[in-house]
């Protein structure tokens, strides 16, 4: 069992950053593909970075990349999400997620942070 706690979200100015936290619990963090998500009202979630336990292999979709940053700190169980030029369209709910590399789908997620970018 993982459980997976989200914070930093809050508002910002177009073109501002945040880094969002998502602490970990459980002694096999080290073991788990973490990605985050986000989904704005009416639309469907979407994953926005995803990182493997090396560190060394990351995800991004091309609306996000090169402004988001995913990381990860195993001593502290916390992987991170630096997001930098944000747009007002990245307004959404961003959740951290958690899944061993044999499984196909995410099991463990976060409750989620809210992160309003205003024009």
């Known amino acids: 069992q993982v459980q997976l706690v989200e914070s930093g979200g809050g508002l910002v100015q177009a073109g501002g950053s945040l880094r969002l936290s998502c602490a970990a619990s459980?002694?096999?963090?080290?073991?788990?593909?973490m990605g985050w998500f986000r989904q704005a009202p009416g639309k469907e979630r979407e994953s926005v970075a995803a990182l493997r336990p090396s560190g060394l292999t990351t995800y991004y979709p091309d609306s996000v990349k090169g402004r988001f940053t995913i990381s990860r700190d195993n001593a502290k169980n916390t992987v991170y999400l630096q997001m930098d030029s944000l747009k007002p369209e990245d307004t959404a709910v961003y959740y951290c997620?958690?899944?061993?590399?044999?499984?196909?789908?995410?099991?463990?997620w976060g409750q989620g942070t809210q992160v309003t970018v205003s024009s």
């Open positions: 997620a958690a899944r061993t590399d044999s499984s196909r789908t995410y099991d463990y």
């Open positions: 459980g002694r096999t963090f080290k073991n788990y593909i």
